[in-house]
């Protein structure tokens, strides 16, 4: 899948890339080697892609799905650092972040999936750094629904 995914991102269309049950979802760094793409299977199984330039993809699969509630806040965050990406409820129609700089940052939203570009901190390298303790920073998310009616505004990631 995400072999046919890079060679139509490469040919300039991704938006009909499907395979034995799975469709591409939203994309981190579209268009480049490195990267992330969010994937979804028809049974309910849902995957993170991380492209590396020069190596081979690796893949995040959820089984069950992750499982992330998405009807209070309209979204639910699946990945984080570098950006952040994951589900967003069927009723919205647009996912914006502040970044710290007070840059507006809207997030890419692909079928059911968003990612957003936005400085979390650098993404951990070693597995020490994937368990050491890590401070969020506080950027604002605002989510939009029917009628570019906000429907949330709040902290994008919580502890």
């Known amino acids: 899948m995400t072999e046919l995914y890079r060679a139509a991102e490469i040919e300039g269309s991704t938006a009909a890339v499907s395979h034995a049950g799975w469709h591409a979802g939203a994309r981190l760094w579209a268009g480049t080697a490195n990267g992330r793409l969010l994937a979804y299977n028809d049974s309910g199984v849902e995957a993170e892609c991380i ?6 993809t690796l893949f995040n699969i959820m089984s069950t799905g992750y499982g992330n509630d998405v009807t209070e806040r309209g979204f639910a965050v699946w990945s984080s650092r570098p950006g952040a990406l994951g589900a967003i409820d069927s009723g919205v129609s647009r996912l914006e972040v ?3 700089d007070g840059i507006v940052v809207r997030a890419d939203i692909v079928a059911h999936t ?6 979390l901190g650098p ?3 070693t597995v020490d750094e994937v368990f050491a303790p890590w401070e969020p920073p506080e950027l604002t998310v605002r989510v ?3 009628g570019n009616t906000l429907r949330y ?4 990631l919580t502890k």
């Open 123 to 125: 993404a951990p390298r």
């Open 98 to 100: 502040t970044d710290a």
């Open 51 to 56: 492209f590396r330039e020069g190596e081979r």
């Open 144 to 146: 939009y629904g029917e």
């Open 153 to 156: 505004e709040g902290l994008l």
């Open 114 to 119: 968003f990612a957003v570009d936005v400085d």
